[in-house]
């Protein structure tokens, strides 16, 4: 170890009877057992209940923290670090007394809401504790990276990382008295908060009834929308509709009447371009918004359980109200799977904004691999479910170096990362090839928490995505207890879904929904000829032949319908299949369409263009030409501009990771106690942030810290959880996404 790390680390801390009063804060000379001159950084945990710091010193290849809880702690203590804010996946550093009375320090970890097991490889040295009348205090040394993946242990890096706490009544291990979670980064000083401005609207629901609307597929799963005019928040907040927001941060508004059933909230903003504007009102509820009303498609705020108000850096906003986008809507998941009645809500979002535009736009980037639903120029897809009984169904998604390089021209910085998936995922993994070379993972969080999901940091390593970068999405189940034979994909709660949400800048309006498609035809048809008499002999293609006769199978929604019929009942059928033609708006010709008048052979002829275009996006020619009649074509990307099929490109292995850190070269030297008992009652000081330099370019969002201090609940489904439904128009395409 270098000399410069070798520290004598004293310490104070009374054996005699100790202050009651609550005094002066983190390194208080009157209560405070840490030394400023030897623990770098302090920071208040938040609590209700407990006044409690954390003290860090982040050196070479170590970090030491320190625990100091000044009254009501008589058993017990912990701290934890985890990917997502709750128990599931978290690593825990106990302190505790054994049978015999020795102060013991343990590396402990929870894959569920379990309790916390002794992880094989202890990564974790005691440095000193002591407790007396209530007040404890103890350091240790863990390691930058231990490299135990299998006890859950997250590498220490300079990013806000979630954190917990825990109390216990006893030194018995067991379950926790007390408990809360914050933020930290173990590297840096505690962040100065980002102010996110005086001014700031709210946007609530107007008292809905949490039921499901006339002709909903499911109860126990509303979908209900409300329309905001800012035309009417600006009359009432004293700004004008017409210029431009900016907003700062978001804060979510729960009722506490209804705050159990809220499953998740998305704000979006309105476009009168796209969309019947002469049918929008302020405060007009939609009592069925699974899929989001038309011209409601930019999402601007995602919200979901566990996730706390945001607020931006200084130097960046998210664009309100541009444009002309003068409404907003808010979009509600209420998850009721007992079908309680007499439920009114207002639960909404605060917006935080300014009028004075930022120098950056953030934007909303969206990564999607199965939807629920997909139509692209002419033909539909919907994706198969996962396998009900399985311990692990994995899948990954890409959107291709290609797409990024075509999409982008200049580097995003990413502010935030959030992971989304339902009840049956337990992993889920954005990570980033760039030149042949894979960066790791966006954002490490080893198990999935739909209880706690959270838009945290990205790595230091992944702080910007660079045109040309290709993006892997990872998604894992576990089906063992979902009924039936598959898991649908879809908006439900019971169904699943892979997608994460970044917030980034500068915004690339259009640019930022990325959606995966697979193949969804099989490929000979474009090479092989038709098999009945009749166009054999036109020498047509087997595509052709099956646009031309069996439309739903061709276009995959045979069992949607009661028996298949062919290209010229629907081209010549009048607006009984108005509906279908607006997802395959290229299937009939529409000079002859309009009046029924198709022809057979003008049909004939339209069917093998449709089929000529399919085929040429998967680089195949259409019978009888077989100038190109191989293809390695194997999935789509939306969102790229323009859209095209790739080949399954090789994923490099992520790299392996690096031990840093030798804990047992940390040695205390000294402990010193300091005899305090004479102390007089003092009031407390007034507690002050630390200064900091200003929010650069690169700074991730700062969270509000947590002060929750409740039981974790049991698994079960019917917690509230995940994100909603919308459609987002990519290019030309329809894309019908279910978040």
């Known amino acids: 170890m270098p000399p410069s790390f070798k520290r004598n680390i004293i310490l104070a801390l009374a054996t005699a009877a100790l202050p009651l009063a609550k005094a002066g804060g ?5 209560t405070s057992p840490f030394d400023p001159n030897e623990w770098t950084y302090c920071q208040k945990i938040p609590s209700d209940s407990h006044e409690m710091y954390m003290y860090y010193t982040p050196l070479e290849d170590t970090v030491l923290i320190g625990f100091h ?18 128990m599931k ?5 106990v302190v505790r007394q054994d049978d015999d009375g020795t102060w013991i320090a343990e590396d402990r970890f929870a894959n569920d809401y379990t309790m916390p097991a002794i992880d094989d490889q202890q990564d974790v040295k005691l440095l000193f504790a002591e407790q007396d009348n209530g007040q404890t205090a ?9 490299c135990d993946r299998d006890g859950n242990d997250y590498d220490i890096l300079d990013k806000n990382q979630p954190m917990l706490w825990a109390l216990g009544n006893d030194h018995s291990f067991g379950y926790h008295a007390k408990r809360g979670q914050y933020t930290a980064n173990l590297v840096q000083a505690p962040k100065e908060k980002v102010d996110s401005g005086s001014l700031n609207y709210d946007l609530r629901m107007p008292n809905v009834s949490i039921v499901m609307a006339e002709g909903g597929e499911d109860p126990t799963n509303p979908y209900i929308c409300t329309y905001f005019d800012l035309q009417a928040i600006a009359t009432e907040e004293g700004f004008s509709a017409e210029d431009p927001l900016h907003a700062t941060g978001f804060s979510p508004i729960l009722d506490p009447a209804t705050e159990k059933y809220v499953h998740h909230m998305i704000l979006y903003a309105c476009d009168a371009s796209l969309g019947p504007s002469d049918e929008w009102e302020h405060l007009k509820v939609v009592d069925d918004c699974v899929s989001m009303p038309e011209g409601c498609l930019e999402m601007k705020w995602p919200w979901a359980v566990g996730v706390d108000a945001t607020v931006f850096p200084d130097n960046v906003g998210l664009p309100i109200g541009e444009d002309g986008s003068r409404f907003l809507m808010l979009q509600m998941h209420y998850y009721n799977p007992t079908l309680d009645e007499n439920l009114i809500d207002s639960s909404g979002v605060k917006v935080h904004y300014t009028q004075d535009l930022r120098e950056q736009d953030i934007g909303v980037m969206q990564i999607i691999a199965l939807l629920k639903e997909i139509s692209h120029n002419c033909y539909r897809q919907k994706p198969e479910g996962l396998p009900t009984g399985k311990e692990r169904v994995s899948m990954t998604f890409i959107t291709s170096s290609e797409c990024t390089q075509n999409n982008w021209n200049e580097p995003l910085n990413i502010l935030g990362v959030a992971h989304h998936l339902h009840i049956y995922g337990i992993k889920q993994e954005l990570s980033v090839v760039r030149d042949g070379v894979n960066l790791g993972s966006m954002r490490p969080e080893y198990h999935y928490d739909f209880k706690h999901q959270s838009m945290d940091d990205s790595v230091p390593a992944i702080r910007q995505l660079l045109p040309g970068d290709q993006i892997n999405q990872f998604c894992e ?17 019971q169904q699943e879904m892979c997608y994460s949400a970044l917030y980034y800048y500068p915004r690339q309006p259009d640019r930022d929904v990325f959606g995966t498609m697979p193949m969804w035809f099989d490929t000979s048809i474009c090479i092989e000829p038709a098999t009945s ?7 047509v293609s087997a595509c052709t032949e099956l646009v031309y006769t069996n439309v739903p199978k061709m276009f995959r929604f045979e069992d949607e319908v009661d028996q298949p019929f062919d290209l010229p009942t629907v081209c010549n059928g009048g607006a009984i299949f108005d509906e279908l033609l607006l997802e395959l708006p290229y299937l009939c010709p529409e000079e002859c369409r309009s009046t029924s008048t198709c022809t057979e052979d003008e049909l004939a002829a339209h069917a093998n ?3 000529t275009f399919i085929c040429n996006e998967v680089n195949l020619s259409l019978y009888p030409d077989l100038s190109r009649a191989e293809t390695d074509a194997a999935y789509g990307n939306f969102g790229c ?7 399954v490109p090789s994923i490099p292995d992520a790299p392996a990771c690096q031990i840093k850190g030798n804990i047992d070269s940390i040695e205390v030297s000294e402990i010193v106690l300091k005899d305090i008992s004479n102390v007089e009652e003092t009031e407390p000081a007034e507690e002050t942030e630390p200064e900091t330099d200003s929010v650069t370019e690169q700074e991730p969002i700062e969270e509000v810290e947590s002060t929750e201090e409740t039981t974790e609940p049991e698994y079960s489904s019917s917690t509230k959880i995940s994100i909603g439904a919308y459609i987002i128009p990519v290019s030309s395409a329809l894309l019908v996404m279910i978040l």
Do not use: Q
């Open 533 to 539: 008499d009749e166009l054999k002999a036109a020498n």
């Open 477 to 493: 189940y576990d089906t063992r207890n979902a009924p039936g034979d598959i898991v649908e994909f879809g908006d439900f709660t």
């Open 609 to 611: 263009g449709v089929c």
């Open 89 to 93: 996946g978290a690593t825990f550093i």
């Open 26 to 30: 983190c390194f208080d000379h009157a």
């Open 69 to 86: 809880a000044h009254e009501d702690t008589d058993g017990w203590t912990a701290l934890g670090i985890n990917g997502n804010g709750g």
């Open 641 to 647: 501009n323009p859209f095209f099929y790739n080949p």
């Open 138 to 146: 103890w350091g240790v040394a863990i390691p930058m990276s231990s």
